[in-house]
């Protein structure tokens, strides 16, 4: 059972509950959609969890819901999960598929025109309401069974709730649209909200709020937008449109006044907003979007017109957006312990750049110079850079010929940093290959040419989580290899990652002086956030690295970054915001 398929079961059980009384079931909805987003993003499969006896230390999952997975991956069911589900038409939860759809209204259609087939349960919904009898419903209408329509006919074009963006596309398209409604002078700031402020790796509808003293002039240049496909709702306060990506971009509009605590409140995460809003209880205050005010009273809400002012007035230091997960950074805003997180600004040089050098690759070689590469570092303000193009191919190529290839490259290099000596340093690196019996790619002499090697797994992802475990260690043994590489092998929405033993890895990492990288590429960004978090805590230390092929890919630099703060990290725990000579003597030790 993938980590999916048990997310999922998690969702049904949320929404049964949400069916059956949202009130009264209030807290386990909330920690059922909890722990189902945590397991969804878990960068490891919960069988290897529970197979290694580490399911406790899932973040999100208390012991109760950690009692009752240990019952579904030892006996492919739970009594209680079949006992909540139950009270529900198990027709609903395909609906639940749909984009717009939610357990209520799912539930509706299917008690009111008596549909029991999972198997056919959406088709049967698109039957009646072609009929036109959804609109004769109470608090339907002819708008809502055209909405109906549309939402099951996207949903047969792939558009899921499930059909997330990577972070990098999303954040382009919502940069794409601020930059549209910036050009409306009724616009005095402009914010992304929701999972894509926290900087989540994958998005779902791309949600944006406005400060504005006229919002009815925001929202009718937002929906003029010109590269949209249609308008799924207007409102006064909110606005909804589907663009010509097929993605939706939602919009919320407050006064400046105001806005701080819209802010936060839609930055969310839920977990995080729900521990904030029962601490404020807890002092005698009500939270809402709106702001502030006595709990149990009409008092209006005091206005907000930061986040910052509305966290202070709760005795909390401002949480960044990256860390807002209820994983403990609300505790440590009390006590104005936050960690100082990493910025962009901190960053002072790339190491996994792959130029066009002819190094007669492995794999594909980048497509700019060298040259091009160091002018784009240094308009970045680099102050070092490593070139690590793939190993050469061993199918092609004899060891003797390795060792020649690499032997004039380390020539070319070396001429490099004596005409760039006063601007920038280039270190001379190499992304090898380490081989399914964990050997490296080249033999010693070749790598003894390098500074280091960036070491990765480009092949056999199948291998048990014990056997990849042997094989990246042995390969992480060699003297010259100094960093992991896009540790755990996953391509977002296209490959899961393979399994590591983890702690085995940090321990090897910790006694040996190896690093991880948190690779940037945006079908990539691994190493995840939830095994950075773990990796600093044990003093493991971090590159993070674009995987460049090409100059402008040297800019997504940022994502990376975003990966890191995710994980707590601060510019101590990453090697390439370090000055050249101490990450120099890190590379010699």
Not at 302 to 313: G, H, N
Not at 398 to 409: E, G, N, Y
Not at 425 to 446: H, K, M, Q
Not at 577 to 584: D, F, G, R, S, V
Request: net charge negative; charged share 25%.
């Amino acid at each position: 059972m993938t980590n999916l398929e048990i997310s999922k079961i998690l969702k049904n059980v949320a929404s049964a509950y949400s069916i059956q009384d949202e009130k009264k079931y209030r807290f386990q909805i909330i920690a059922y959609d909890k722990a189902a987003e945590s397991i969804e993003h878990s960068p490891t499969e919960l069988r290897e969890l529970y197979k290694d006896g580490k399911l406790s230390g899932i973040p999100g999952v208390g012991p109760t819901i950690q009692g009752r997975l240990e019952e579904l991956l030892s006996t492919g069911k739970v009594a209680h999960f079949e006992e909540v589900l139950s009270s529900v038409p198990a027709s609903v939860f395909p609906l639940l598929d749909v984009p717009s759809f939610g357990p209520k209204k799912a539930f509706r259609l299917v008690s009111e025109f008596d549909l029991q087939d999972p198997a056919t349960v959406i088709a049967d919904v698109v039957k009646i309401a072609k009929e036109g009898k959804i609109a004769t419903l109470p608090g339907f209408g002819e708008k809502s069974q055209a909405d109906i329509l549309r939402a099951i006919e996207e949903y047969g074009r792939g558009k899921t709730k499930t059909a997330r963006m990577v972070l990098p596309y999303a954040m382009e398209l919502a940069r794409k649209m601020i930059a549209y409604l910036e050009e409306s002078p009724a616009v005095i700031r402009a914010s992304t909200l929701g999972s894509l402020r926290r900087r989540r790796e994958t998005v779902g509808d791309i949600d944006i709020a406005v400060a504005t003293n006229d919002p009815k002039a925001v929202l009718d240049h937002f929906t003029a937008y010109p590269h949209k496909e249609r308008i799924i709702e207007r409102g006064e306060r909110t606005s909804s449109i589907i663009v010509s990506s097929g993605k939706q971009i939602d919009l919320m509009v407050e006064s400046p006044k105001g806005f701080g605590a819209l802010l936060q409140h839609f930055t969310g995460s839920k977990a995080h907003n729900v521990h904030l809003r029962e601490y404020a209880l807890s002092k005698g205050l009500s939270l809402s979007d709106y702001g502030i005010r006595k709990r149990d009273t009409d008092d209006p809400y005091t206005l907000y017109e930061t986040e910052e002012s509305f966290y202070a007035v709760l005795g909390l230091q401002w949480v960044p957006p990256e860390m807002r997960e209820n994983t403990g950074e609300i505790e440590l805003a009390l006590k104005n312990t936050l960690p100082t997180l990493l910025e962009i600004k901190d960053m002072k040089g790339d190491f996994h750049l792959h130029s066009s050098y002819p190094i007669e690759p492995s794999h594909d070689m980048g497509l700019n110079s060298m040259d091009e590469m160091i002018a784009r570092a240094l308009e970045l303000g680099y102050t070092y850079l490593g070139f690590s193009e793939h190993n050469p191919s061993i199918s092609k190529h004899t060891q003797k010929q390795v060792f020649d290839i690499l032997s004039k490259r380390k020539d070319f290099i070396d001429k490099l940093n004596v005409k760039y000596k006063n601007t920038i340093r280039v270190f001379s690196l190499l992304e090898t290959d380490i081989l399914p019996n964990g050997s490296l790619a080249i033999e010693d002499d070749a790598l003894q040419l390098l500074d280091g090697s960036i070491v990765s797994v480009h092949s056999a992802f199948d291998m048990d989580s014990d056997a990849m475990t042997q094989r990246v260690l042995k390969g992480l043994s060699h003297p010259k290899a100094k960093i992991l590489a896009h540790p755990t092998g996953r391509l977002l929405n296209q490959r899961p990652a393979y399994e590591l033993h983890w702690d085995q890895i940090f321990d090897y990492c910790l006694k040996h002086n190896k690093a991880l990288e948190i690779n940037a590429a945006p079908q990539r960004l691994d190493l995840p956030d939830i095994i950075v978090r773990e990796a600093i805590k044990k003093g493991i230390k971090l590159f993070i690295d674009t995987d460049s092929h090409a100059i402008n890919q040297m800019d997504l630099m940022e994502y990376g970054v975003s990966v890191a703060r995710r994980g707590w990290a601060t510019p101590n725990d990453i090697l390439n915001a370090l000055p050249y000579n101490e990450l120099k003597d890190w590379f010699e030790k």
